[in-house]
């Protein structure tokens, strides 16, 4: 089998955002399984995600490049190094632990996601060529077409003609990586309940990876490493200059796992868990992670990567908003200094409700007619890119190829009510306003295909403006369930005409929505969609088709996934994923995210915040 199967499909993406949110997530339920509390661990989370996302990137330039890395907006390599991200996610919770007030144990926390993130995200080098191997005649090789980083590397070698169609088979060492991983993560679960020193499973994690990738270096080929990948005849063998860093610093860490572990005996506790009291602190990590984004030039960050980060940090204010009305009923008018951000978000939940909503219905409260408010907020945005030959206004005539670069960010938020009466009878009305902006980039090509510096004038920026209204209906009749959603979206709602007389004709005011979900929701569903949420109006249209289900879960939660289709782009066909999580407890807290890919050039993504308050 030759990877990619598929020419011209971006498989890295996808895995990249699927490891990101999988590190994330892990982190939440490590956090919630330990006992941690929610507000600032949720805030050391969001501050050590976007420190792994850019230490994966500084660690593969030399310091004095990081100024034009981060702050210029000229493009830059795509190169990226764990290494540098693992490092740095660690720092950053040394440095921010004791001002949130939590205790040592969050850096063991760190070890397990990370080990299931990178196992994630090997399914996606595996298929896109990065982390290579060397040339093998082993059957256990891996062959790659043309065009990819293996193939490359072998014709500038002078191992392959340029003609050829794929590369000779290299050593699988993305699989090989994925296994290390898979054993580290298990290693660390077969320990958890160990009483060992805290920091023990972070030395662990650290020095059976570091030794790991530093065996693995032998079968990798220097041309796929972005890190110190000079080459060093040592003992009679190769070896890259990253290796004399990993095996020291590996064993260093095992020999420190191993004497602490030894020194502390089988009844070493770990200490408990002080939380300060202070959301001004959340709030100020807010505020330096929003400034430092803010200055980022516009390359050090890719679309996927803002969206998490800004989806965080919206759900760490949405934490501190609703403890600022728990705090707002407990004292009233000395809520005068909490940060004003804070302060109006908590009047928002406190003008709505008092109390989360139950996840499920009493007996009692089964003939009642109940009321719930959903609050939600997120981030949203799409990515589009074309080629396409546009006639030449020059007297010679010809064609010009053009690549036309397309990308929608919006930021927003919704309010439901939802009102319930006897068993199996529901309405919702609902409704919000989303804002953003649409980038339209037209760039002009050689005959090879690639992209000349252009002007600013060929950028074109467009303002975004959703008012979304609805009325959905779900009814129960005995196993079977059905769920109806009427609705419009009116505003300023995208520039869908890609090349038309140079440059995009106007934006499309009203689009309707409509939603039809049929099934039993814990076990299986059907759904088809048009407009479904902002998500899939806002800078493309987009109609879904899909099954899903609960997975057994009986308090909303549910995962969707099937096809979608978006006819303004050249591409029109997308697979998409989705999902509606529960958190765990009594919190009210549910997110929402969304993924949908052609696997080349075209993707959407949202991720949403809930959360449901009744009266």
């Avoid at 792994?52 to 034009?68: C, D, Q, S, Y």
Wanted: charged share 15%.
């Amino acid at each position: 089998m030759t990877f990619p199967y598929s020419d011209g499909h971006d498989f890295y993406t996808p895995f990249y955002l699927l490891a990101t949110l999988t590190n994330v997530l892990l982190l939440l339920v490590e956090g919630w399984r330990r006992g941690f509390p929610l507000r600032p661990w949720l805030t050391l989370v969001a501050a050590s995600s976007l420190a792994l996302i850019l230490g994966t990137k500084l660690i593969t330039h030399g310091v004095a490049e990081w100024p034009a890395l981060l702050l210029s907006d000229a493009p830059s390599s795509p190169a990226r190094s764990i290494l540098g991200g693992g490092l740095a996610a660690t720092l950053t919770a040394l440095a921010l632990r004791r001002w949130l007030g939590l205790s040592w144990r969050v850096l063991d926390a760190l070890a397990l996601p990370l080990c299931g993130a990178l196992a994630v995200q090997c399914v996606g080098c595996v298929l896109t060529g990065c982390c290579f191997g060397q040339p093998t005649a082993a059957p256990w090789g891996l062959t790659y077409a043309a065009h990819t980083l293996p193939w490359w590397s072998q014709v500038q070698a002078g191992m392959l003609p340029a003609t050829a169609a794929h590369c000779l088979p290299v050593a699988p060492t993305q699989l090989m990586a994925l296994l290390l991983c898979a054993a580290v993560g298990g290693v660390l679960l077969a320990t958890r309940h160990r009483r060992w020193p805290v920091g023990s499973w972070l030395l662990l994690q650290t020095g059976l990876l570091l030794l790991g990738r530093f065996g693995l270096s032998f079968w990798r080929d220097p041309a796929g490493e972005p890190v110190a990948s000079t080459v060093h005849t040592v003992l009679g063998g190769s070896w890259t200059e990253l290796q004399f860093g990993l095996l020291p610093l590996g064993l260093m860490a095992l020999a420190t796992w191993a004497w602490r572990v030894r020194r502390a005996g089988p009844a070493a506790a770990a200490p408990k868990t002080v939380a300060v009291n202070a959301p001004t602190r959340s709030v100020a990590v807010v505020l330096v992670m929003l400034a430092l984004t803010a200055v980022l030039g516009r390359h050090a960050l890719t679309l996927p990567e803002v969206l998490v980060v800004r989806a965080l940090l919206l759900a760490v204010l949405v934490a501190e908003a609703r403890a600022a009305v728990a705090t707002l009923q407990a004292r009233g008018p000395r809520l005068v200094g909490l940060p004003l951000s804070v302060l109006l978000a908590g009047l928002v939940l406190l003008s709505t409700a008092q109390v989360p909503a139950a996840l499920r219905v009493s007996a009692a409260d089964s003939t009642r007619i109940r009321r719930t408010t959903i609050i939600t907020g997120g981030v949203l945005g799409n990515h589009r890119e074309t080629e396409q030959d546009i006639l030449s206004d020059s007297g010679c005539g010809g064609s010009q190829r053009l690549a036309l670069q397309q990308q929608a960010g919006v930021v927003g938020g919704e309010v439901a009510v939802e009102k319930s009466g006897p068993v199996g009878r529901t309405g919702t009305w609902g409704g919000g306003v989303w804002v953003g902006q649409q980038r339209i980039d037209m760039l002009p090509l050689d005959p090879d295909g690639n992209t000349f510096i252009t002007a600013r004038d060929s950028t074109v920026r467009k303002r975004l403006a959703d008012v979304h209204i609805y009325r959905e209906v779900h009814r129960e009749n005995g196993w079977l369930s059905t769920d109806v959603r009427l609705g419009l979206h009116i505003g300023s709602l995208g520039y869908y005409s890609y090349f038309g007389d140079g440059e995009s004709k106007g934006s499309t005011p009203v689009m309707p929505e409509l939603m039809v979900r049929i099934g039993k929701p814990s076990v299986l569903f059907a759904q088809a969609d048009l407009g479904y949420g902002a998500e899939n109006v806002m800078g493309g249209l987009t109609t879904r088709f899909g099954l899903g289900s609960g997975l057994g879960s009986a308090n909303g939660s549910r995962l969707v996934a099937g096809y979608a289709i978006s006819p303004n782009q050249v591409r029109p066909s997308l697979g998409f994923v989705s999902a509606n999580l529960r958190l765990p407890g009594r919190t009210g807290f549910s997110l929402e995210p969304y993924y949908a890919t052609n696997f080349a050039r075209n993707y959407n993504l949202s991720l949403k915040l809930n959360y449901r308050i009744s009266r």
